[in-house]
């Protein structure tokens, strides 16, 4: 049986993210990710945009910026070590850390009309940040044409360069993304170490990998005797 924790990003704006939003939402993933009863977590934004980003003017305004970008670390580095199985609904507009996020989770689906990806660049300035989980999630080629031009992507061309795996209409969204998760959970204990594990080898090199995944193969098997 499948149960499936929903949990909205939810800021001033376009859900922009600052300190006590990052760590509130922190906070739910991993309050989900703790309980064994879940099965997969859905990630949406409040309203009609998934997410605007660092709220930039809160910093221009005086806030800390160093608080901003530890935050949205902080919170970019839970996504591989879940356990859970976590998508995104993109209901809106995903750009800048928003689309980091986007890109950290395990599936996504967007809406046709969804914005994805940083536009820092038009602006001046380089999303440090925001740029390593797109170019993990897609490939440097890809990210560099979306980080390097500040244009986004639209959703069809997310799909097309693996940021999102579907593009479906606003009301199928979130039952398209449960779908996947639905998917997901069939593989029950099995997703909790394979998850870490999928996220852990794409780290390491060709010949580590295959070393770490044979050590990982052989204690699966030690585990269940």
């Not at 993109?90 to 967007?110: F, H």
Request: with cysteine.
């Amino acid at each position: 049986m499948t149960r499936i924790a929903r949990i909205e990003i939810s800021g001033t704006g376009p859900n922009l993210l600052d300190p006590d939003v990052m760590g509130a939402l922190e906070r739910s993933i991993l309050d989900a990710d703790a309980d064994p009863e879940i099965t997969g977590v859905l990630l949406t934004g409040a309203g009609d945009s998934f997410c605007g980003g660092l709220d930039v003017a809160a910093i221009r305004a005086g806030a800390d910026p160093v608080a901003f970008a530890s935050a949205l670390v902080n919170l970019l580095r839970i996504f591989p070590t879940l356990r859970t199985p976590i998508a995104a609904a993109v209901n809106g507009d995903a750009v800048a850390s928003g689309a980091s996020i986007v890109a950290v989770c395990d599936y996504a689906v967007a809406t046709p009309s969804a914005r994805l990806g940083t536009f820092e660049v038009s602006v001046g300035v380089w999303p440090m940040i925001a740029q390593v989980p797109l170019v993990h999630r897609i490939g440097p080629r890809f990210a560099m044409e979306n980080i390097g031009s500040g244009e986004p992507f639209t959703a069809e061309r997310a799909r097309e360069v693996g940021l999102v795996n579907a593009v479906r209409e606003p009301a199928a969204v979130e039952s398209a993304v449960e779908s996947w998760l639905e998917a997901a959970s069939r593989g029950g204990a099995a997703v909790a170490a394979g998850r870490r594990a999928f996220y852990e080898l794409g780290e390491l090199g060709y010949d580590d990998a295959l070393q770490s995944s044979l050590e990982r193969f052989a204690a699966m098997f030690r585990d269940k005797a």
